[in-house]
């Protein structure tokens, strides 16, 4: 049988994909979403950096129809930008999948290479904190947030909570530890006063 720290672990894991900052439904006549910045974080790509790692999961969870790729460049003075791609609705072959690439991670991959798309909006990364970046694609697409149930705020709760009482003890240990490391170096310097005679 697996322990409840272990259970609470990985539902501590699952609920942070599952809820949080950049957990959004998409509109249907989005498609697509390309990210496209430098490895490095200096020179203003921290921010869209932060948006890959932390909010594009969320987004892909809740939005699975939606393709989503990622373009990594070595040119550190390079755009830090967020690509969407809008389709009509009305479109027959909207409707089908696209055949957008799962993941781009060449500098020579075009970002629009399969199904034509109707329209696509351009957001600037480069400079700015995750937070704002995130704001200005959900007023861009406008994306419904997805909320907490209560029994999923009970569980946060509960997890919180946890969380809490793990701190108290990991300070309570840490006090204990150096107590005893304290006793240990005094019983030490006792032992090396008296030596042997």
Do not use: C
Not at 69 to 84: C, F, H, K, Y
Not at 118 to 147: C, F, G, W, Y
Not at 171 to 197: F, S, T
């Amino acid at each position: 049988m697996v322990s409840v720290i272990n259970r609470m672990r990985k539902l501590k894991a699952l609920y942070a994909v599952r809820l949080g900052p950049g957990a959004a439904t998409l509109p249907r006549d989005i498609k697509r979403i390309h990210l496209d910045f430098a490895f490095k974080f200096n020179d203003g790509h921290f921010g869209a950096r932060k948006v890959w790692r932390n909010y594009l999961p969320r987004l892909k969870y809740h939005n699975p129809a939606v393709s989503m790729t990622v373009n990594r460049s070595q040119d550190q003075a390079g755009p830090a930008t967020l690509t969407i791609f809008y389709t009509s609705l009305h479109d027959p072959a909207s409707t089908t999948s696209s055949s957008a690439p799962s993941s781009s991670t060449t500098q020579n991959a075009p970002t629009s290479n399969h199904t034509p798309f109707d329209q696509t909006k351009t957001l600037n990364m480069k400079h700015k904190h995750e937070s704002d970046i995130l704001s200005e694609l959900m007023d861009l697409t406008r994306a419904t947030p997805v909320v907490a149930t209560p029994e999923e705020e009970m569980e946060l709760q509960k997890l919180a909570d946890e969380e809490k009482r793990s701190a108290i003890d990991r300070a309570r240990n840490a006090a204990y530890n150096e107590q005893k490391r304290q006793e240990k170096a005094l019983l030490d310097q006792a032992r090396g006063a008296v030596g042997p005679a």
